[in-house]
């Protein structure tokens, strides 16, 4: 199975919008609603930050949000703040019963 | 509060076996998923494997001929073992719970995650 594709990076200024694409095949993403988005700070383990494409777990911030159009999954975080700075994973669940990472995104905060 | 910990050797020489036990608190190891997840120095989260309480198993394909996960609900630990390791297995390993969907019939998402452990080969 092939990993799913993100940009390797992107940046936003204070108080923007940002979107994180990830792009998989109809063996996946195209396939369940199990896409999931993971946030993680150096040194530190991922974080869950939106499960079944668009839902977030408790705590987690209402300017996180996610979204699926066929194949790609998307990822926008609203209102940029410094502690969003981070790098980001998607995931989905596969036609094989396997899980599939894509290869993460450096948000850089400008 | 479910809290996930690995444990096992920092150091494992090119060859051996790679094992890895991870230790749920908080909450029982019945009726869920458990998954191994690693990531190389610098790169991407590797999906491993997952076992299911039950003991039924799946595993990535690349790394299928080498890995085994197993449960042990008596000590609410489930482990990883890794055979014939290269220097390219150099990683955390992370072990986490996958949580169920809203009809509580599917797995959806790594919801808890341990702090991760890492392996040098």
């Known amino acids: 199975q092939s990993a799913l594709t993100q940009p390797a990076s992107v940046s936003g200024s204070p108080g923007q919008s940002i979107t994180i694409s990830c792009t998989g095949t109809s063996s996946d993403i195209g396939s369940y609603n199990y896409v999931s988005w993971y946030q993680q700070h150096p040194g530190k383990a991922p974080k869950l930050m939106i499960y079944d494409v668009s839902n977030r777990p408790s705590g987690v911030s209402n300017h996180f949000s996610g979204s699926k159009s066929g194949n790609t999954a998307s990822l926008t975080i609203s209102g940029l703040q410094a502690e969003d700075e981070a790098d980001y994973y998607c995931s989905s669940y596969t036609t094989i019963s396997t899980w599939v990472f894509g290869g993460g995104t450096k948000l850089t905060v400008l | 509060q479910v809290q996930l910990q690995e444990s096992g050797p920092g150091l494992v020489k090119p060859s051996e076996t790679l094992s890895l036990t991870c230790t749920v608190s908080?909450?029982?190891?019945?009726?869920?998923?458990w998954s191994w997840i690693r990531q190389p120095p610098g790169k991407g989260l590797e999906w491993i494997g997952y076992?299911?309480?039950?003991?039924?198993?799946s595993y990535n394909p690349s790394l299928k001929s080498r890995v085994s996960i197993s449960v042990d609900t008596s000590k609410n630990q489930f482990s990883l073992k890794l055979s014939s390791v290269t220097a390219a297995d150099t990683a955390v390993y992370y072990c986490?719970?996958?949580?169920?969907?809203?009809?509580?019939?599917?797995?959806?998402?790594?919801?808890?995650w341990g702090q991760g452990t890492l392996v040098t080969v």
């Open positions: 076992v299911h309480y039950s003991g039924s198993t």
């Open positions: 908080g909450g029982s190891i019945s009726t869920y998923f």
């Open positions: 986490a719970r996958i949580g169920y969907d809203s009809s509580g019939s599917y797995p959806n998402a790594f919801d808890y």
